[in-house]
């Protein structure tokens, strides 16, 4: 797998050494350009030079006023420059002395304003640039008229010291476009590094973090701009992972406290049994099952939960009364209620809601069994309902004087109890737990508020099945 860091070096280095060759070829190209400009200027002024020696009799004769030994390097013992004129109908008119018996230059030709320039092999087997041009010879005798034609002036010279100093600006450039991938290749990942430093550094601290050290908090002073977003979501996530774990240090504890009390009773029960087996009081049997029911109860609740936070609870749907419902859930903790002296004063309206009604009715009993056990002896219990704006809203509320409003935040946690409520009893501090986790398997809505003086009210909210909703509206 590619690291950004190795992507990123290669096409930065790539991309700095393509702009640096470009740079370099426009340059070299310039240069280059000028270089044979230079050597075509000196051509061009040959030309002219020769064509301002060129002139017309009378009779249509053409006579060249120019000698090789004028101009150096057109005579035979030099032979670096060669020249050639033609007249209209392509005869030869003059031919330079480096030509001696060597074959014609190419008739390649443009005007005096515009003269053709070309690179060739001279008629010595050199390689050479020449310019051709056509232009009309002067009169020999000012002032008269003569017929004139256009004529053909080829001038060609040796290029052996053109295309040496093109190499030595071929061999330059290239030297220098290699220095210049070096010092890319060595400039850039030293800035790569550099830059992605605040990067490694928070890599290194979020590698160090472990399940110890979750309370680590990432610094933002002195991070780039680009990074401050990352270190604020990982703060955020450790912040929830810190308060998962421990959520479920707090779990495993109380998970723990609470299947301490029913193991060493049941421990204490064995153990009296081998140790004085004739004397063993009928209750033992009933005393254990009832162990063995609360340790139950509490593995079925905790697999019920674990079910539902993975999502692994599935709610059908459909529809049922609330009113019912509630009924229903009242009558199953009868005994229980009588135990107590609880009575119940309820109000629910009849509609249709969705539901699942094996959740609803675990949700129910949780709810009035909680109402029950912590409320005081001989109380009252109100369940009230009512549908409106599409909704349905269940109420319980009961009294609970031991309560504080900032207990409410904790009521649907996992074996969260007030310490004075703790009773080893089968209320282990996961009925509301289970309520909260089925009212979202079913899309309802659960909240706790404590209302003056001391009523804890808990309240279930539902949307309305169709025509439940219009005969509400």
């Given at each position: 797998?590619?690291?950004?860091?190795?992507?990123?070096?290669?096409?930065?280095?790539?991309?700095?050494?393509?702009?640096?060759?470009?740079?370099?070829?426009?340059?070299?190209?310039a240069v280059?350009?000028?270089?044979?400009?230079?050597?075509?200027?000196?051509?061009?002024?040959?030309a002219?030079?020769?064509?301002?020696?060129?002139t017309?009799?009378?009779?249509g004769?053409?006579?060249?006023?120019?000698?090789d030994?004028?101009?150096?390097?057109?005579?035979?013992?030099?032979?670096s420059?060669?020249?050639?004129?033609?007249?209209a109908?392509?005869?030869?008119?003059?031919?330079?002395e480096?030509?001696?018996?060597?074959?014609?230059l190419?008739?390649?030709?443009?005007?005096m304003?515009?003269?053709?320039?070309?690179f060739?092999?001279?008629?010595?087997?050199?390689?050479?640039?020449?310019?051709?041009?056509?232009?009309?010879?002067?009169?020999?005798?000012?002032?008269?008229?003569?017929?004139?034609?256009?004529?053909t002036?080829?001038?060609?010279?040796?290029?052996?010291?053109?295309?040496?100093?093109?190499?030595?600006?071929?061999?330059?450039?290239?030297?220098?476009?290699?220095?210049?991938?070096?010092?890319v290749?060595?400039?850039?990942?030293?800035?790569l590094?550099?830059?992605?430093?605040?990067?490694?550094?928070?890599?290194?601290?979020?590698?160090?973090?472990?399940?110890?050290?979750?309370?680590t908090?990432?610094?933002?002073?002195?991070?780039?701009r680009?990074?401050?977003?990352?270190?604020?979501?990982?703060?955020?996530?450790?912040?929830?992972?810190?308060?998962s774990?421990?959520?479920?240090?707090?779990?495993?504890?109380?998970m723990?406290?609470?299947?301490?009390?029913?193991?060493?009773?049941?421990?204490?029960l064995?153990?009296?049994?081998?140790?004085?087996?004739?004397?063993?009081?009928?209750?033992?049997?009933?005393?254990?099952?009832d162990?063995?029911?609360?340790?139950?109860?509490?593995?079925?609740?905790?697999?019920?939960?674990?079910?539902?936070?993975?999502?692994?609870?599935?709610?059908?749907?459909?529809?049922?009364?609330?009113?019912?419902?509630?009924?229903?859930?009242?009558?199953?903790?009868?005994r229980?209620?009588?135990?107590?002296?609880?009575?119940?004063?309820?109000?629910?309206?009849?509609?249709?809601?969705?539901?699942?009604?094996?959740?609803?009715?675990?949700?129910?009993?949780?709810?009035?069994?909680?109402?029950?056990?912590?409320?005081p002896?001989?109380?009252?219990?109100?369940v009230?309902?009512?549908?409106?704006?599409?909704?349905?809203?269940?109420?319980?509320?009961?009294?609970?004087?031991?309560?504080?409003?900032?207990?409410?935040?904790?009521?649907?946690?996992?074996?969260?109890?007030?310490?004075?409520?703790?009773?080893?009893?089968?209320?282990?501090?996961?009925?509301?737990?289970?309520?909260?986790?089925?009212?979202?398997a079913?899309?309802?809505?659960?909240?706790?508020?404590?209302?003056?003086?001391?009523?804890?009210?808990?309240?279930?909210?539902?949307?309305?099945?169709?025509?439940?909703?219009?005969?509400?509206?």
């Amino acid at each position: 797998m590619i690291s950004i860091r190795l992507r990123l070096t290669r096409s930065l280095v790539l991309a700095l050494f393509a702009v640096f060759l470009a740079g370099l070829s426009a340059l070299y190209f310039a240069v280059r350009s000028e270089f044979i400009e230079s050597f075509d200027q000196a051509l061009v002024t040959e030309a002219r030079a020769i064509s301002t020696l060129v002139t017309v009799h009378d009779d249509g004769t053409v006579a060249l006023a120019f000698s090789d030994r004028f101009l150096r390097g057109f005579d035979d013992d030099v032979a670096s420059d060669f020249y050639q004129l033609w007249d209209a109908d392509g005869k030869t008119l003059a031919r330079s002395e480096s030509l001696e018996d060597r074959p014609d230059l190419p008739a390649k030709t443009g005007s005096m304003q515009k003269p053709k320039y070309f690179f060739l092999e001279l008629p010595d087997g050199k390689r050479g640039r020449g310019v051709g041009v056509t232009f009309e010879p002067r009169p020999a005798v000012k002032g008269t008229k003569v017929t004139v034609r256009p004529l053909t002036l080829i001038v060609a010279a040796h290029s052996g010291r053109l295309d040496e100093e093109l190499r030595e600006l071929l061999v330059e450039t290239g030297g220098w476009a290699a220095v210049l991938l070096l010092i890319v290749g060595l400039l850039v990942p030293w800035l790569l590094h550099r830059g992605l430093k605040p990067l490694d550094r928070l890599a290194g601290e979020v590698a160090a973090v472990d399940a110890r050290t979750l309370d680590t908090r990432f610094a933002m002073g002195g991070l780039p701009r680009e990074l401050a977003p990352f270190a604020t979501t990982l703060n955020a996530l450790m912040a929830r992972l810190e308060a998962s774990f421990e959520r479920e240090r707090r779990v495993s504890a109380a998970m723990a406290h609470e299947l301490r009390t029913p193991i060493a009773e049941l421990r204490t029960l064995a153990e009296s049994v081998l140790r004085w087996p004739d004397s063993r009081p009928p209750s033992t049997d009933a005393d254990t099952l009832d162990i063995a029911k609360q340790m139950e109860a509490i593995v079925t609740r905790m697999l019920a939960l674990a079910r539902s936070e993975s999502g692994q609870l599935t709610a059908t749907r459909e529809p049922v009364d609330p009113a019912e419902r509630v009924q229903r859930a009242w009558q199953s903790l009868g005994r229980t209620a009588a135990a107590r002296g609880t009575r119940a004063e309820i109000d629910v309206a009849s509609a249709q809601v969705e539901a699942d009604p094996a959740l609803l009715h675990s949700i129910l009993v949780n709810l009035l069994e909680n109402a029950i056990e912590y409320g005081p002896l001989d109380g009252t219990i109100r369940v009230t309902g009512t549908a409106g704006a599409g909704a349905y809203r269940l109420a319980i509320a009961n009294e609970a004087p031991d309560l504080t409003p900032a207990d409410t935040a904790h009521l649907f946690e996992r074996f969260w109890r007030k310490e004075a409520a703790r009773s080893g009893g089968v209320h282990m501090g996961l009925g509301l737990a289970l309520v909260r986790e089925f009212a979202r398997a079913m899309g309802w809505e659960v909240h706790a508020r404590l209302d003056p003086p001391q009523t804890l009210e808990i309240t279930l909210q539902a949307p309305l099945r169709a025509a439940s909703a219009t005969q509400a509206g």
